[in-house]
């Protein structure tokens, strides 16, 4: 099935597996541009340090008294129901999401239809992955460098402006990054080469060279 026909939901987390999630975005792509959005700050586990403000921006009275991420539960297993999660990098996304669910519970697999049905929340779309893969010789594959260097840093900030909280809008904020990593995929996929890529082509794109062919012959890698 053509990418552009499956929802994908480009995700985004603020914080670390020690804190918790402090902040999280996600912009879904569908049709070849994002039809929608949403962003909150959460209550924490643990106290903020200072060293992850510095990143973020975002402390201890920025979250106080607001729900955990534990409280969305049916919106993150009803994104997953329809479609496949996304992110740049998306080892962190995961290993955060694992912190707090190990499984969104059966689910559809959306990549291969003769496998219609699986229990985690990949596969996932790796954007970092998918431009390791397909543009090996850019000098990093860093999300801002590569907006930096597809130049479409003005298509993000249009997008961030109409999208994100305005105190919220720039990088190491949930949905400006996940917006970021969601209009380089379009932008990716829009590219000559890759415009009639399958949803299993971003999969295998994402997984790397090994685990990629794994998934081909209809065998799931264990780092999904």
């Known amino acids: 099935m053509h990418w552009k026909n499956i929802a994908i939901h480009v995700l985004d987390f603020e914080g670390s597996v020690n804190t918790g999630i402090v902040e999280y975005g996600f912009a879904t792509v569908l049709g070849g541009s994002i039809i929608s959005t949403h962003t909150r700050l959460c209550g924490v586990r643990h106290f903020i340090p200072a060293e992850e403000t510095a990143i973020h ?8 008294g607001r729900p955990t991420v534990e409280a969305d539960w049916e919106l993150f297993s009803g994104l997953r129901n329809s479609g496949l999660f ?32 699986g229990v985690e929340w990949g596969p996932w779309i790796d954007t970092c992955r998918i431009a ?11 999300l801002g460098d590569l907006i930096r260097r597809f130049e479409i840093q003005d298509r993000v900030d249009a997008s961030a402006a109409k999208f994100c909280p305005r105190e919220r ?13 969601a209009e ?3 932008n990716i996929c829009e ?10 082509d971003l999969v295998c794109a994402s997984a790397g060279k090994a685990a990629g062919a794994d998934f081909r012959q209809g065998e799931f890698p264990f780092d999904f």
């Open 191 to 200: 590219h000559p080469s890759f415009a009639d890529s399958s949803i299993l």
């Open 184 to 186: 380089l995929l379009i």
């Open 169 to 181: 809008s720039h990088y190491h904020c949930a949905l400006y990054d996940a917006i970021a990593a």
């Open 86 to 117: 996304g992110s740049h990098n998306a080892s962190a996304e995961k290993g955060m999401l694992a912190t707090v669910w190990m499984s969104p519970g059966r689910v559809p697999n959306f990549s291969q239809p003769e496998m219609p049905v």
């Open 57 to 64: 921006g975002l402390d201890n009275a920025s979250v106080s």
């Open 132 to 142: 390791k893969n397909w543009f090996p010789r850019e000098r990093s594959h860093k």
